[in-house]
């Protein structure tokens, strides 16, 4: 019998404490993509000063770090990232998943800054985010040689992005189908 109510206590006591676990890794989590973000906006504004302005005016932006690689005709990447509601500062996690098909070879770190000028724009991002398109790409980045950073370019109207490249090596002709969702583990 005194078997049976050790045990019971000890199951207690694991259900009471796996809760508070879970929610210390979602906290975790949720910290460590707002750091990853805030680095890529520090890189960004130290590359581009003139971003920060555009960036803090807009309707909201979303910072995005992922890692892709393709081997000859396909390949994917993955990332995570969060938007942010300029207006009402409400935080939206969000995830990313890419295929791709085109010849070539890559491994590559990006990280990506959404900015939506309308509110429309930022909802419908937060909401179906899916971005479809083609891509061209020769960059290569060793240590601190080399690089490649590109302005932003308008994806639709009143959306632009800034596409940063860590470090990688990239010669690739790709079509991408991108994925942007909310991650509902973090929200």
Same mark, same amino acid.
């Given at each position: 019998m005194r078997l049976f109510y050790r045990m019971a206590?000890?199951?207690?006591?694991?259900?009471?404490? @796996?809760? &508070? *676990? %879970? !929610?210390?890794?979602?906290?975790?989590d949720r910290?460590? =993509?707002?750091?990853?973000?805030?680095? @890529?906006? &520090? *890189? %960004? !504004?130290?590359?581009?000063?003139?971003?920060?302005?555009? =960036?803090?005016?807009?309707a909201g932006y979303a910072v995005f770090a992922n890692?892709?690689?393709?081997?000859?005709?396909?390949?994917g990447g993955t990332g995570?990232?969060?938007?942010?509601?300029?207006?009402?500062k409400t935080e939206t996690f969000m995830k990313m998943v890419e295929a791709q098909a085109g010849l070539g070879f890559s491994i590559k770190s990006t990280n990506l800054v959404w900015v939506f000028?309308?509110?429309?724009?930022?909802d419908a991002f937060i909401n179906s985010g899916w971005e479809f398109g083609g891509q061209a790409t020769a960059a290569a980045k060793?240590?601190?040689e080399g690089g490649s950073v590109q302005g932003a370019v308008s994806v639709s109207p009143g959306?632009?992005?800034?596409?940063?490249?860590?470090?990688?090596?990239?010669?690739?002709?790709t079509v991408k189908g991108t994925k942007y969702y909310k991650d509902s583990d973090l929200n």
């Open positions: 206590l000890l199951s207690l006591a694991i259900m009471a404490s @796996t809760p &508070a *676990a %879970l !929610y210390a890794d979602v906290d975790s910290a460590e =993509v707002r750091q990853k973000a805030n680095d @890529t906006l &520090a *890189a %960004l !504004y130290g590359m581009k000063p003139d971003a920060k302005s555009v =960036v803090e005016g807009a890692f892709g690689m393709k081997i000859l005709i396909a390949g995570k990232g969060i938007a942010i509601d300029n207006k009402t000028q309308t509110q429309e724009s930022y060793a240590g601190d959306v632009w992005l800034y596409q940063m490249t860590k470090n990688g090596l990239a010669l690739d002709l």
